[in-house]
């Protein structure tokens, strides 16, 4: 039985004073529920904030992002070992925010994948198409290539006990989320193509739904079948709607 994730991604919110804020709400509120997974993927600067305030709570914590060189002269990059220096669990890469912004491409995303799980991180990719991309019904070849970028580097063994977040681009920070029938069938299709290669990595691969999840739609989304939790953008900038995703899913499985 997988276990249900909830992260928290801040993307580039937050001030020292602001993070000390909800990190104290986030652990009075989510102390006692014990039967889901979060984490709180924070910008680099705040790994070490992240480290003070969460070590030792259920908790845990990670970046939004990963060079995919180990060491060397990348300036401005950061790399996982680092990540790891601040006791960082988790890594994201892959967020349609990057790379269509800054063009990174799903040989480099898959990149970060693999160093990632080198370094012992557990890696979430993030997967998702565009409006046009649906409408034109090519979501499911759109996805399978970011996948199969990785698959040709490392195989469907690495998909072990990483994260999939299934994110529609249509559905991130506009207030429309995929409906639960349209992403359950992306997420079972995504888990079919890596059970093909791989049936024991596809059980233990968790495959989260990004876009647009709030306390009202969290329990229906996270209810489906093949929906292994939550990436929460707006709703986890706001202790009290962030807990309630995190309750929904909760009991989900109590
Ligand atoms: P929103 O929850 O704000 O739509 O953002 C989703 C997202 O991008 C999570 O990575």
């Known amino acids: 039985m997988r276990r249900k994730l909830v992260v928290a991604n801040w993307k580039m919110h937050g001030t020292i004073s602001q993070n000390k804020v909800l990190f104290d709400e986030f652990k ?19 790994l070490y904030q992240a480290q003070q305030e969460l070590s ?3 908790i845990a914590w990670g970046a939004q992002n990963v060079a995919k060189h180990a060491v060397g002269a ?10 790891c220096d601040f006791g960082s669990r ?18 480099n995303i898959a990149e970060k994948f693999v160093i990632a799980k080198e370094s012992g991180l557990t890696p979430i990719l993030c997967v998702g198409e565009t409006f046009q991309e649906r409408e034109a019904g090519v979501m499911e070849h759109v996805i399978a290539s970011q996948i199969d970028a990785v698959l040709s580097y490392a195989g469907a063994s690495v998909f072990a006990d990483s994260v999939i977040s ?12 995929a409906t639960p029938d349209q992403a359950q069938s992306m997420h079972e299709f995504i888990r079919g193509k890596i059970a093909k290669l791989d049936q024991e990595a596809s059980e233990t691969l968790r495959i989260i739904y990004g876009g647009s999840v709030n ?11 093949d929906i292994d939790g939550g ?17 929904a899913a909760s009991v989900l499985v109590a």
């Open 28 to 46: 009075k509120r989510l102390n006692s529920i014990n039967n889901v997974d979060f984490v709180v993927c924070v910008p680099f600067p705040y």
């Open 56 to 58: 030792g709570t259920n």
């Open 74 to 83: 990348y300036t401005g990059e950061v790399s996982a070992i680092m990540l």
């Open 90 to 107: 988790y890594v994201m890469m892959g967020h349609s925010e990057r790379s269509l912004a800054y063009c990174e491409t799903e040989d």
């Open 166 to 177: 299934y994110e529609p681009i249509w559905a991130i920070g506009t207030g429309f989320s």
């Open 215 to 225: 306390p009202t739609n969290a329990a229906q989304l996270i209810g489906m079948r």
């Open 231 to 247: 990436l929460v953008g707006r709703c986890s900038l706001d202790a009290g709607n962030f807990e309630k995703i995190c309750q």
